[in-house]
């Protein structure tokens, strides 16, 4: 257990290495047309793969509140029926859960009463965020997609709730699957817990989940990545921290200024990889345009 002084100590350390401390697109400057010029010689095979969940809509122990999905006008029309009809349906999500596939926005969080840069958060009110929305990832996230896989390191199918990835675990993934994590990549931490909801059943992940450790935070800040994300939450459950229940999403989002992207899935992607003996590819990721949003339901592709 971290304790909460090891935490705060870490917190100024990493802040410290920001760039740009005002906040803005935070980690995403990092992406310059030169590094999605780079990124786009990945392509050889030309497959692509969704890192992105089915959006569940049926409650389950991990997703009390699924997304909601009704049709607004079902086509009337029979075999019979001549003319024009239109089928239409309505969404919603409560897009912050421990199910679907999200994109967390800079001012997700708010530690000490600012968002990321120092921002006050008194710029979060009833009608949506008036600053780091995820408005500012509306360009897309688009960059050289680093997939680093722990339970395959590990030689496990999955790590078990409450286990974490620490930065040495990060560097020995990289020796293994000979890949090196750089300036401007969208990292992507496999934990498993995608393959273990499938095969065991979901549970409440809310309160116990495989994560990263917070002092793995190091690798990223270190490495210059621009947004990370994890199959999981990227936070362990129970928190690794005294008196901090998310501290990955505080040193992240708060601190680095790092888009985080949860609850992906890497089950599609890790067959290519191996099939094509490398973890590096162009990675597209596209939030919906909601100027005033925390975050957004995402489904990023994979180019190889």
Same mark, same amino acid.
């Given at each position: 257990?971290?304790?909460?002084?090891?935490?705060?100590?870490?917190?100024?350390?990493?802040?410290?290495?920001?760039?740009?401390?005002?906040?803005?697109?935070? #980690?995403?400057?990092? =992406?310059?047309? !030169?590094?999605?010029?780079?990124?786009?010689? /990945?392509?050889?095979?030309?497959?692509?793969?969704?890192?992105?969940?089915?959006? /569940?809509?049926?409650? @389950?122990? *991990?997703?009390?509140h699924p997304a909601v999905h009704r049709m607004t006008s079902p086509p009337e029309a029979t075999a019979d029926d001549t003319g024009l009809h239109f089928?239409? %349906?309505?969404?919603?999500?409560?897009?912050?859960? *421990?199910?679907?596939?999200?994109?967390?926005?800079?001012?997700?969080?708010?530690?000490?009463?600012?968002?990321?840069?120092?921002?006050?958060?008194?710029?979060?009110? %009833?009608?949506?965020?008036?600053?780091?929305?995820? !408005?500012?990832?509306?360009?897309?996230?688009?960059?050289?997609?680093?997939?680093? %896989?722990?339970?395959?390191?590990?030689?496990?199918?999955?790590?078990?709730?409450? *286990?974490?990835?620490?930065?040495?675990?990060?560097?020995?993934?990289?020796? +293994?699957?000979?890949?090196?994590?750089?300036?401007? *990549?969208?990292?992507?931490?496999?934990?498993?817990?995608?393959?273990?909801?499938? /095969?065991?059943?979901?549970?409440? #992940?809310?309160?116990?989940?495989?994560?990263?450790?917070?002092? +793995?935070? !190091?690798?990223?800040?270190?490495?210059?990545?621009? @947004?990370?994300?994890?199959?999981?939450?990227?936070?362990? #459950?129970? &928190?690794?921290? %005294?008196?901090?229940?998310?501290?990955?999403?505080?040193?992240? =989002?708060?601190?680095?200024?790092?888009?985080?992207?949860?609850?992906?899935?890497? /089950?599609?992607?890790?067959?290519?990889?191996?099939?094509?003996?490398?973890? &590096?590819?162009?990675?597209?990721?596209?939030?919906?345009?909601?100027? @005033?949003?925390?975050?957004?339901?995402?489904?990023?592709? @994979?180019?190889?």
């Amino acid at each position: 257990m971290q304790s909460r002084i090891e935490f705060t100590a870490l917190y100024e350390r990493l802040r410290a290495q920001v760039a740009d401390p005002s906040g803005g697109r935070g #980690a995403l400057a990092g =992406i310059t047309p !030169e590094t999605v010029r780079a990124a786009a010689a /990945e392509v050889r095979s030309g497959r692509t793969v969704t890192l992105a969940s089915p959006v /569940e809509t049926r409650p @389950a122990p *991990d997703n009390p509140h699924p997304a909601v999905h009704r049709m607004t006008s079902p086509p009337e029309a029979t075999a019979d029926d001549t003319g024009l009809h239109f089928a239409t %349906d309505r969404f919603a999500m409560h897009v912050h859960g *421990d199910a679907d596939s999200h994109l967390d926005a800079l001012c997700h969080v708010v530690y000490d009463g600012t968002l990321h840069g120092g921002i006050p958060a008194a710029g979060i009110t %009833d009608d949506g965020a008036t600053a780091l929305s995820v !408005e500012q990832a509306r360009d897309g996230i688009v960059g050289r997609g680093v997939l680093l %896989d722990i339970p395959r390191l590990r030689e496990v199918p999955w790590l078990e709730p409450g *286990d974490h990835v620490s930065a040495d675990d990060l560097v020995a993934a990289e020796r +293994a699957q000979q890949v090196r994590v750089g300036p401007g *990549d969208l990292l992507f931490v496999r934990v498993g817990h995608r393959r273990r909801r499938a /095969e065991t059943g979901p549970w409440d #992940a809310a309160h116990s989940r495989a994560g990263l450790h917070p002092s +793995a935070m !190091e690798f990223p800040a270190a490495r210059g990545v621009a @947004a990370l994300g994890s199959d999981g939450n990227n936070d362990t #459950a129970p &928190s690794l921290t %005294d008196g901090v229940d998310f501290p990955v999403h505080v040193l992240a =989002i708060h601190a680095l200024g790092l888009h985080l992207l949860d609850y992906l899935q890497f /089950e599609d992607l890790v067959p290519l990889c191996e099939r094509e003996h490398r973890w &590096s590819f162009l990675c597209v990721i596209a939030p919906l345009r909601l100027p @005033a949003a925390t975050g957004s339901p995402v489904n990023p592709i @994979a180019i190889l």
